[in-house]
């Protein structure tokens, strides 16, 4: 058990470089490991999710070394992998899983995934399904890991995708990239593009039409190896974000952060809040648009999110939550149900924990409503992150708006995403309140 800040006396304040993102973290090392040449990755995230991925490919026969933030992989081409000589252990990462079955379908041995017992509940079918109709073989159990992934020869496949999922769209892109024609995915709504623009750089040709939902992959390209520098992870920021518009008096400043629109659906949802938020570009990093992020305590307005609204937040939605209960009014978020199929049932995990804490907040079958206009007052002061490290971040965002001490249970499971994550909180409690 751990025990988290109460209510800091004076707000968050100061300057803070977010580490990097865990998404692009992850497909810089797939994407160079399937390049010519030697890439190097600055701002690399060192979280356990990352680490597994970087693991995975190891075992897969890529040599990869890894001093804290910067990484070094010596790609070994789209054929070059080999057959590793045990079961890769994917840890609690469905974004390693997905994208490493896309890559694996394609190649000519036959590799087994595992992972811990969260992974092992999450449904794999979505990646299954596509794939083997491209022709791979895959075997799952019971929809689950582990999953065995025989190799084949794959053909070009158009997919219209039945779940909007970046990790399902990747995973395609990926045996496509080994396919023998050209394939096109169509997605059910826009996802985070960060595997797109990722091959681009590396010299693959895809092409997105204007609707942003229609993908062309076009097959055998010869990827070569790039520098890059990983923007810092919106999804991390969202945490500070949160907390700087909540707790009274808050002046913060975020910087390097992931602008890409496909992410950043938590700052459109603030500013429809009334949250005082200001953004300054700074240009590109790893084919993405980056920039700083200023954010000022602020009187919140409740909000409406629908299906539409859910992917560039999917991440963010404990945080709404968060924010909708210090809002003066009802909130609604729907259309979220794949909320249900992530580290845990995060609706229904939000739902227990923000009630310990006397947050009006009622369960909905794909989402939920909340009223931010009761007071909060601590029923219980045992929370639990439930191993989920989203979940135990948005926790210890919530406790600083209350003055009970509060602890929290299975802490450790932040390191999935953000090992620093409590170091940097203390960071913007301790600053002088200058500005
Ligand atoms: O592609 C990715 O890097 C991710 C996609 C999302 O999952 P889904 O594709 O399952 O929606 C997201 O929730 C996850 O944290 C990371
Ligand atoms: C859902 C998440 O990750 P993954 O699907 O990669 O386990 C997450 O980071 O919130």
Same mark, same amino acid.
């Given at each position: 058990?751990?025990?988290?800040?109460?209510?800091?006396?004076?707000?968050?304040?100061?300057?803070?470089?977010?580490?990097?993102?865990?998404?692009?973290?992850?497909?810089?090392?797939?994407? +160079?490991?399937?390049?010519?040449?030697?890439?190097?990755?600055?701002?690399?995230?060192?979280?356990?999710?990352?680490?597994?991925?970087?693991?995975?490919?190891?075992?897969? =026969?890529?040599?990869?070394?890894?001093?804290? *933030?910067?990484?070094?992989?010596? /790609?070994?081409?789209?054929?070059?992998?080999?057959?590793? #000589?045990?079961?890769?252990?994917? =840890?609690?990462?469905?974004?390693?899983? !997905?994208?490493?079955?896309?890559?694996?379908?394609?190649?000519?041995?036959?590799?087994?995934?595992?992972?811990?017992?969260?992974?092992?509940?999450?449904?794999?079918? !979505?990646? !299954?399904?596509?794939?083997?109709?491209?022709?791979?073989?895959?075997?799952?159990?019971?929809?689950?890991?582990?999953?065995?992934?025989?190799?084949?020869?794959?053909?070009?496949?158009?997919?219209?995708?039945?779940?909007?999922?970046?990790?399902?769209?990747?995973?395609?892109?990926? =045996?496509?990239?080994?396919?023998?024609?050209?394939?096109?995915?169509?997605?059910?709504?826009?996802?985070?593009?960060?595997?797109?623009?990722?091959?681009?750089?590396?010299? @693959?040709?895809?092409?997105?039409?204007?609707?942003?939902?229609?993908?062309?992959?076009?097959?055998?390209?010869?990827?070569? @190896?790039?520098?890059?520098?990983?923007? +810092?992870?919106?999804?991390?920021?969202?945490?500070?974000?949160?907390?700087?518009?909540?707790?009274?008096?808050?002046?913060?400043?975020?910087?390097?952060?992931?602008?890409?629109?496909?992410?950043?659906?938590?700052?459109?949802?603030?500013?429809?809040?009334?949250?005082?938020?200001? $953004?300054? @570009?700074?240009?590109?990093? @790893?084919?993405?648009?980056?920039?700083?992020?200023?954010? #000022?305590?602020?009187?919140? #307005?409740?909000?409406?999110?629908?299906?539409?609204?859910?992917?560039?937040?999917?991440? *963010?939605?404990?945080?709404?939550?968060?924010?909708?209960?210090?809002?003066?009014?009802?909130?609604?978020?729907?259309?979220?149900?794949?909320?249900?199929?992530?580290?845990?049932?995060?609706?229904?995990?939000?739902?227990?924990?923000?009630?310990?804490?006397?947050?009006?907040?009622? *369960?909905?079958?794909?989402?939920?409503?909340?009223? +931010?206009?009761?007071?909060?007052?601590?029923?219980?002061?045992?929370?639990?992150?439930?191993?989920?490290?989203?979940? /135990?971040?948005? $926790?210890?965002?919530?406790?600083?708006?209350?003055?009970?001490?509060?602890?929290?249970?299975?802490?450790?499971?932040?390191?999935?995403?953000?090992?620093?994550?409590?170091?940097?909180?203390?960071?913007?409690?301790?600053?002088?309140?200058?500005?």
């Amino acid at each position: 058990m751990m025990n988290l800040q109460s209510q800091p006396r004076y707000g968050l304040h100061g300057t803070l470089n977010i580490p990097g993102d865990k998404s692009i973290s992850h497909r810089a090392l797939i994407i +160079g490991a399937l390049s010519h040449g030697t890439t190097h990755l600055e701002h690399f995230l060192q979280a356990e999710d990352c680490l597994s991925t970087l693991s995975a490919l190891q075992a897969l =026969g890529v040599p990869i070394t890894h001093e804290k *933030e910067t990484v070094t992989i010596h /790609g070994q081409g789209l054929t070059g992998l080999t057959a590793p #000589k045990h079961t890769l252990n994917m =840890g609690n990462s469905g974004t390693t899983t !997905r994208l490493l079955t896309g890559v694996l379908a394609g190649q000519t041995f036959t590799t087994t995934l595992i992972g811990d017992s969260s992974l092992s509940q999450r449904p794999m079918e !979505r990646v !299954r399904h596509p794939l083997n109709q491209m022709g791979a073989h895959i075997n799952l159990t019971a929809g689950h890991l582990p999953m065995t992934i025989s190799g084949q020869n794959l053909r070009a496949i158009t997919y219209q995708m039945p779940v909007a999922s970046a990790q399902v769209k990747s995973a395609i892109i990926l =045996g496509a990239l080994q396919a023998q024609g050209p394939s096109t995915i169509v997605e059910l709504l826009p996802t985070r593009d960060h595997t797109e623009r990722l091959l681009q750089i590396f010299g @693959a040709d895809i092409q997105i039409a204007q609707d942003k939902r229609t993908i062309t992959i076009q097959p055998q390209p010869q990827l070569a @190896a790039q520098d890059l520098i990983i923007p +810092g992870d919106m999804s991390s920021a969202a945490f500070f974000i949160t907390a700087a518009s909540i707790v009274p008096n808050s002046h913060i400043k975020l910087t390097k952060i992931n602008l890409n629109p496909t992410r950043t659906g938590l700052l459109s949802v603030l500013k429809r809040m009334g949250g005082n938020i200001h $953004l300054t @570009a700074l240009g590109q990093m @790893a084919g993405e648009p980056v920039g700083d992020i200023d954010v #000022k305590a602020a009187t919140l #307005k409740p909000i409406q999110l629908t299906a539409t609204d859910i992917p560039a937040i999917i991440d *963010e939605l404990p945080l709404v939550a968060l924010l909708a209960a210090s809002a003066n009014g009802i909130s609604k978020i729907s259309g979220a149900s794949e909320l249900r199929v992530k580290e845990t049932d995060r609706i229904a995990c939000i739902t227990s924990e923000l009630q310990k804490l006397g947050i009006n907040i009622k *369960e909905l079958p794909d989402g939920f409503l909340i009223d +931010g206009r009761t007071a909060w007052s601590v029923r219980n002061q045992q929370l639990d992150s439930h191993k989920d490290h989203r979940i /135990g971040m948005m $926790l210890a965002i919530a406790a600083l708006k209350i003055a009970a001490p509060l602890k929290l249970n299975h802490a450790s499971a932040i390191n999935i995403s953000y090992p620093t994550f409590f170091q940097d909180l203390q960071e913007l409690l301790t600053k002088e309140t200058s500005s």
